[in-house]
């Protein structure tokens, strides 16, 4: 068709950014070698934070953005979002982080800090289980009339080539460090532990300056999300049973009842870092790509806001807007 788009990776900025373009009138495709359960992105925590990722213009806009979906959808009934409670808390003094004001963050009072923490916010945000949510988003984008389709691109000229249309939405994550190619990209690679909760409502995470590992607790009903790592440079995608008790026991640490706490499932993704977002359009012959990659860790966060600025983007392209 000759408006159509087609979106590449299946991840939940590429879902977002196809659920948003079909429900604005455009014909839509989305091609990815990965069915979206299988995608860095149902590997997240999850939970509404903006981590890991610039411009910080940029990262606040969009941040309020997808603030407001996703506590909007906290109350669609199995879209896998709900709002929790929580704090993050710090071994060393520090400020309230700059988006403290959009969830109505307050310094936590000295009986709510754990043990070992100094300062903390408390403070109530939108807490995702991905495999759900990712599920939402291809229902919502079949319900708007797009595609989803299987299939490997090794390099975007590969996909130009099979695509000949108006647009193409270049969504590849750590990926597009070899489909670009773009260099600059470098994954970040990041495992938790899923394991039956024990009666835990509040999330939890450490939040402290320089840490050498993530410390985070994310109760997901029936389960809890337990974190992490973020070894920068490592591609490798396996679950490591050592890592995995590391991480049991730094959670259990901070909360002794998840010492024994039965292990459900580990998780793996590949954080797409990048010095900042790329946000831009790139001409191609007869084809515009518009690239939106380099989330890194707040590409829940990030979503709706980048799904919504480029389906603006590729409708004024398509002259379907004044």
Do not use: K
Not at 124 to 132: C, F, K, L, T
């Amino acid at each position: 068709m000759a408006d159509s788009v087609v979106v590449i990776g299946a991840g939940v900025v590429g879902l977002t950014t196809a659920v948003c373009l079909a429900e604005r009138g455009v014909d839509v495709e989305v091609v990815s070698a990965r069915d979206p359960a299988a995608t860095t992105s149902a590997a997240a925590g999850a939970m509404w934070d903006p981590y890991l990722v610039r411009p910080a213009a940029l990262v606040e806009r969009w941040s309020r953005v997808g603030l407001d979906a996703l506590t909007g959808l906290s109350d669609v009934e199995d879209s896998g979002v709900r709002l929790a409670d929580g704090t993050q808390q710090s071994r060393t003094p520090c400020d309230l982080p700059a988006w403290a004001p959009l969830v109505g963050a307050r310094a936590c009072t000295p009986d709510e800090l754990m043990p070992g923490f100094v300062t903390g916010w408390r403070y109530r945000a939108p807490v995702v289980d991905m495999p759900r949510y990712l599920a939402h988003l291809a229902r919502r984008l079949r319900a708007a009339g797009g595609r989803m389709r299987r299939r490997h691109y090794d390099t975007l000229a590969d996909a130009l080539r099979a695509h000949p249309v108006p647009v193409v939405v270049n969504c590849t994550g750590a990926g597009a460090r070899c489909f670009v190619p773009d260099p600059s990209v470098v994954p970040v690679r990041g495992q938790l532990v899923v394991v039956e909760n024990p009666g835990i409502d509040d999330f939890f995470c450490d939040d402290t300056p320089g840490a050498d590992d993530l410390v985070y607790i994310y109760p997901q009903g029936d389960t809890l999300v337990l974190g992490g790592t973020a070894e920068r440079g490592s591609w490798d995608t396996e679950p490591d049973g050592d890592t995995a008790r590391r991480i049991v026991g730094r959670c259990a640490a901070i909360d002794p009842r998840l010492a024994g706490a039965r292990v459900v499932e580990c998780r793996v993704g590949l954080r797409p870092a990048r010095p900042e977002i790329r946000f831009e359009e790139e001409r191609h012959g007869a084809t515009t790509v518009v690239h939106s990659y380099g989330h890194g860790g707040g590409g829940v966060t990030l979503s709706w806001g980048a799904g919504g600025e480029t389906a603006d983007r590729v409708r004024r392209l398509l002259s379907l807007t004044p």
